[in-house]
């Protein structure tokens, strides 16, 4: 069954920030695992330290992927975590002449 997951990746790392074209590179392991998704900046909190945040929303049947996109930041970066939100999936309104 499809879910839609929200992952919450911080961009602070123990050593500094990730800069734009680390983020860049990582959003290409995002791309080769979905079709499609979504991108948004936004402001978070990690261990009461403020930083800069990217909201990744993706609507998926495959949650193993999910883990490994997750997995790859971790490890990728050296994060403690990413937060990862799970919910019904999201509904998309298509053409009349397309299924989805």
């Known amino acids: 069954m499809k879910q839609t997951y929200q992952m919450f990746f911080g961009l602070n790392t ?27 900046d936004c402001e978070g909190a990690w261990k009461g330290s403020q930083e800069a945040t990217k909201l990744v929303t993706v609507t998926t049947k495959y949650q193993d992927k999910i883990t490994d996109v997750c997995s790859a930041y971790i490890n990728m970066f050296n994060q403690d975590a990413v937060g990862l939100l799970v919910s019904n999936p999201m509904r998309f309104v298509t053409k009349v002449s397309e299924v989805y």
Do not use: L, R
């Not at 983020?23 to 392991?29: E, G, L, T, Y």
């Open 14 to 40: 123990p050593t500094g920030t990730i800069s734009q074209d680390s983020w860049k590179a990582f959003q290409d392991v995002i791309s080769m695992s979905f079709a499609g998704y979504t991108i948004q």
